[in-house]
């Protein structure tokens, strides 16, 4: 939350200018949907980390599932729109990324909600907040499914970067913005994915829900 009140303080002018002052949109709306969301994340995990009562965990926890995996679309949709710009908007890209979205938004939200009814909260006095126990679970396979779809991003954005860098009429401050930090991008979304899948085989998911 500091890291992001940090980056909230040093982008706020450019967010105002460029953003507030607009008309709205369905881009605005996502964009300061997916921006403010982490402030009602904030407060849940408040409410679970200093919380005592232990009928509450499970929904605090449902809720905070569907900020997180809302959160996350929104932001894989951000970054779709600057793929398929970078196709002109191709129709096949445009089909196939929606699908994917589609689809992965349904699983991922349905497997976690699957996974919450055999998970068991509880609290351990003098400590706070909503502790669990939780065997056999899928979620690495999410992050897996997540992998996988970010390793497809890349390869559709590295195409047209490489082909673009190889013209000599094209080495411009619009490839070098678009393109080339799109790709740099992906490549850091991809080494967090892999740190993501690591932590997941490795760690118990107990882990995982009461830090989520």
Same mark, same amino acid.
């Given at each position: 939350?500091?890291?992001?009140?940090?980056? #909230?303080?040093?982008?706020?002018?450019?967010?105002?200018?460029?953003? #507030?002052?607009?008309?709205?949109?369905?881009?605005?709306?996502?964009?300061?949907?997916?921006?403010?969301?982490?402030?009602?994340?904030? *407060?849940?995990?408040?409410?679970?980390?200093?919380?005592?009562?232990?009928?509450?965990?499970?929904?605090?926890?449902? !809720?905070?599932? *569907?900020?997180?995996?809302?959160?996350?679309?929104?932001?894989?949709?951000?970054?779709?729109?600057?793929?398929?710009?970078?196709?002109?908007?191709?129709?096949?890209?445009? !089909?196939?990324?929606?699908?994917?979205?589609?689809?992965?938004?349904? #699983?991922?939200?349905?497997?976690?909600?699957?996974?919450?009814?055999?998970?068991?909260?509880?609290?351990?006095?003098?400590?706070?907040?909503?502790?669990?126990?939780?065997?056999?679970?899928?979620?690495?396979?999410?992050?897996?499914?997540?992998?996988?779809?970010?390793?497809?991003?890349?390869?559709?954005? !590295?195409?047209?970067?490489?082909?673009?860098?190889?013209?000599?009429?094209?080495?411009?401050?619009?490839?070098?913005? *678009?393109?080339?930090?799109?790709?740099?991008?992906?490549?850091?979304?991809?080494?967090?994915?892999?740190?993501?899948?690591?932590?997941?085989? !490795?760690?118990?998911?107990?882990?995982?829900?009461?830090?989520?």
């Amino acid at each position: 939350m500091v890291i992001t009140v940090y980056e #909230w303080m040093i982008t706020l002018d450019m967010e105002i200018r460029l953003i #507030w002052r607009c008309k709205w949109s369905f881009t605005k709306a996502v964009y300061l949907l997916n921006r403010y969301l982490v402030i009602a994340d904030f *407060v849940l995990h408040c409410f679970r980390s200093y919380g005592e009562y232990v009928p509450a965990c499970k929904p605090l926890f449902q !809720a905070t599932a *569907v900020i997180y995996i809302v959160g996350l679309f929104l932001s894989e949709y951000t970054l779709a729109v600057r793929v398929c710009v970078v196709w002109k908007m191709n129709r096949i890209v445009i !089909a196939f990324l929606t699908s994917v979205c589609v689809i992965g938004f349904i #699983w991922t939200l349905t497997s976690f909600f699957i996974m919450l009814h055999s998970v068991e909260f509880f609290t351990f006095p003098p400590f706070s907040g909503c502790l669990s126990e939780i065997e056999g679970s899928t979620l690495w396979i999410n992050y897996l499914l997540l992998l996988i779809y970010d390793v497809a991003m890349l390869v559709l954005i !590295a195409y047209p970067t490489i082909r673009g860098y190889r013209s000599i009429y094209e080495h411009t401050d619009l490839v070098k913005h *678009v393109y080339v930090e799109g790709v740099l991008f992906y490549v850091y979304l991809l080494v967090v994915d892999i740190v993501c899948v690591t932590l997941q085989l !490795a760690l118990p998911d107990d882990i995982f829900l009461f830090g989520m």
